[in-house]
């Protein structure tokens, strides 16, 4: 597994769900009474996951097919926190862009890990983890080598 690819891929990743995932979903309707599960969300939910699994699969292309189930639960580990700290850097180059000043960077920090701790959080989580081990399974049993568990 080389760390440059385990790295690079999910980022792209991240840039196609987080603009061309969230284009898609706007094209249906936007709610009119608010609410947390609107079916933008839902939709951008599910193209989310489409992205997540193809992406996924593009990735193991060139891996050994073996372990794929392991590799997918890393590969799903590295999405999030690429996309967590993509999160983290744009959010302060945005206040220093926008203010001009280090030193309101300070004030913005602590309310970052307060932000992590949210339901959303969870989702871009399952996003990223849950494609990445279910296209893991299937290439394993597809190859026909799947490691059985040791009694």
């Given at each position: 597994m080389k760390i440059e690819?385990?790295?690079?891929?999910?980022?792209?990743?991240?840039?196609?769900i987080n603009n061309v995932v969230a284009a898609l979903a706007a094209l249906f309707p936007a709610s009119q009474t608010g609410g947390l599960l609107t079916m933008q969300y839902v939709m951008f939910v599910v193209f989310a996951l489409i992205a997540s699994g193809l992406i996924a699969w593009w990735?193991?292309?060139g891996e050994s097919r073996g372990r794929m189930m392991k590799t997918g639960v890393i590969f799903g580990v590295v999405g999030f926190l690429v996309s967590v700290a993509t999160t983290f850097v744009s959010?302060?180059?945005?206040?220093v862009l926008q203010t001009g000043s280090l030193a309101e960077v300070v004030g913005v920090l602590p309310r970052f890990f307060p932000f992590l701790w949210n339901w959303s959080t969870?989702?871009?989580?399952?996003?990223?983890?849950?494609p990445a081990v279910v296209v893991g399974w299937y290439l394993q049993m597809k190859s026909g080598r799947a490691q059985t568990p040791m009694m």
């Open positions: 690819r385990l790295i690079l891929i999910p980022f792209l990743g991240n840039y196609l990735y193991f292309g959010g302060l180059a945005g206040v969870l989702v871009v989580l399952a996003y990223w983890v849950i």
